[in-house]
């Protein structure tokens, strides 16, 4: 568990947090109509009759949404219930033509599940957790409020108005904001993964709300906690942690109370604002839509749902570890994201089939290359850089040249700038632009016997037993080489001839 504390003039505290996240549905259609999901459309030009409420439209659900939620709970082990049903969320507000939102309250469509968060000792995470999520429920979207249109009105945009939503439900396990990020990190890995929602939380298709309380270190009640809504980054929900907790016990410590309520998270200044009251469930009125049969899933279906899903982040990080022979650090990088891993996995074959060698015998190699190197060569060159031109055909072919010792890792890194900027061939840049090493042992040679025998005296404090000399003989043969000689082949030399 987090040792995160806050220190208050009165004792310790410690935080609980739980996140409801709000996961927009991948689907073409809404949840209940066939108009358009796309982002970015012109306002209210994606709204179908069913969206609108008019009159005698009648809602009907969408396969496809009803399939990915499934996936979803098969992805992190939860119950998956044959059974679910439809209720009727009653608030008047001017995004929500209906009256009420369609959700899911007494029977959702999946139960208990769980994921795990690995230990970062960097982050504050000490050991791995294991943090409960209660349900995962299928609802429709409200619509948007713009305020920005009119000095005195605001305006309504119905477009996403019935779009599917997916609330991913976690049990108060979270003791501390690297927690809570870890797990919104870990949850949208796993959403990308399996393809049920791209994740992107600067589009609003992923959010948050986040639950937080504070009592004293040794209290097992939990104390009254606030909901701040719609917090659309992983940045900003660990801000919201921070800023919420030292404020009640802020508000503790000077004697007040805490109200339940829901608030808004301000991302220019990093704190959050009261909003309104906080509601309890029977202020919605909840009640089974009328409109809408049970959904009842058979066993075909579910078969087919988890026959469909792919290969998932803990078990490709293991196989990253136990197959290719990788690092748990990168291992958990490379399969944080999916398109991290399919590109290393991608130019992990290219460079296998380069060299001629199987994905084991090359893959820290390659894992090296795609985490740090050529990020590294992308940063550097910024605008300069045309990332197209960097094919994972020419990176293998990078990757070969140095795994033949033709090219050093600095030489390697060059090439790749030219490659990025120009789009020309990795061999024709190293041939042209003479950056191959050298690798002939009679010119290697050469030069070290004249640097033996222009440092006599460093030559003897070496062989006196000055170990550390042989790193001054390594630098000035590859300065008398212009770099290019091969290290390797500088080493053996020098071995043999300084004893």
């Known amino acids: 568990m987090s040792n995160y504390r806050i220190h208050g003039a009165t004792g310790d505290w410690e935080i609980v947090v739980g996140l409801e996240v709000h ?48 996936r979803t ?23 929500l033509p209906q009256g009420y939102q369609i959700s899911q309250l007494y029977h959702p469509i999946v139960g208990k599940g769980a994921l795990t968060i690995e230990a970062d000792e960097k982050a504050g995470i000490p050991e791995d957790r294991t943090i409960g999520i209660e349900r995962i429920h299928i609802e429709q979207d409200a619509g948007k409020l713009m305020h920005d249109q009119h000095p005195t009105m605001s ?44 994740g992107n939380m600067e589009e609003g298709s992923m959010r948050a709300d986040v639950n937080v309380s504070v009592r004293r270190v040794g209290d097992t009640e939990l104390g009254t906690r606030t909901e701040t809504k719609n917090v659309n980054s992983v940045r900003f929900v660990m801000q919201t942690i921070e800023h919420e907790a030292q404020r009640q ?109 199987p994905e084991a015998k090359v893959a820290t190699q390659v894992a090296n290359w795609a985490l740090s190197v050529a990020p590294g060569v992308v940063k550097s060159l910024g605008d300069e850089a045309d990332v197209s031109h960097g094919t994972a055909a020419r990176q293998a072919a990078i990757l070969k040249m140095q795994d033949a010792g033709e090219i050093s890792g600095g030489q390697a890194k060059e090439i790749y700038e030219i490659v990025l900027k120009t789009g020309r061939e990795p061999d024709e840049i190293a041939d042209t632009e003479g950056l191959k090493q050298v690798s002939d042992t009679g010119a290697i040679e050469a030069a070290i016997d004249a640097i033996i025998a222009g440092n006599g005296d460093k030559v003897e404090q070496y062989k006196g037993g000055k170990d550390k000399l042989f790193g001054f003989f390594v630098g000035q043969t590859m300065k008398a080489m212009q770099g290019k000689a091969n290290p390797a082949v500088v080493n053996q030399i020098l071995k043999d001839k300084l004893g």
């Open 249 to 357: 016990v802020n508000v503790l410590e000077d004697g007040g109370t805490i109200v339940q309520e829901t608030r808004l998270f301000d991302p220019g200044t990093g704190t959050t604002r009261s909003m309104r009251s906080k509601e309890d469930a029977h202020d919605y009125r909840y009640f089974p839509d009328p409109d809408l049969l049970p959904l009842e899933l058979d066993d075909e279906f579910l078969e087919a749902c988890r026959a469909s899903l792919p290969e998932l982040p803990d078990a490709k990080r293991l196989r990253y570890e136990n197959e290719l022979g990788l690092t748990p650090y990168n291992a958990r990088e490379l399969t944080a994201d999916v398109e991290v891993f399919a590109r290393f996995e991608t130019l992990l074959g290219e460079t296998a089939s380069a060299i001629g060698k």
């Open 23 to 70: 996961a927009q549905v991948t689907s073409n259609a809404k949840l209940f109509s066939g108009a358009s999901t796309q982002f970015g459309a012109e306002p209210n030009t994606q709204v179908s009759l069913v969206d609108a409420a008019m009159p005698g439209m009648l809602p009907v659900p969408n396969r496809e949404c009803v399939r990915q939620a499934v």
């Open 155 to 198: 305006y309504v945009d119905l477009n996403r108005v019935g779009v599917a939503l997916m609330e991913i439900v976690s049990d108060p396990d979270m003791t501390s904001p690297a927690e809570a990020g870890a797990y919104v990190r870990k949850l949208r890995a796993i959403l990308r993964y399996v393809g049920s929602c791209d």
């Open 73 to 95: 709970g098969m992805a992190i082990e939860a119950e998956i219930h044959k059974w679910s049903r439809f209720d009727r969320k009653n608030y008047f507000y001017a995004d």
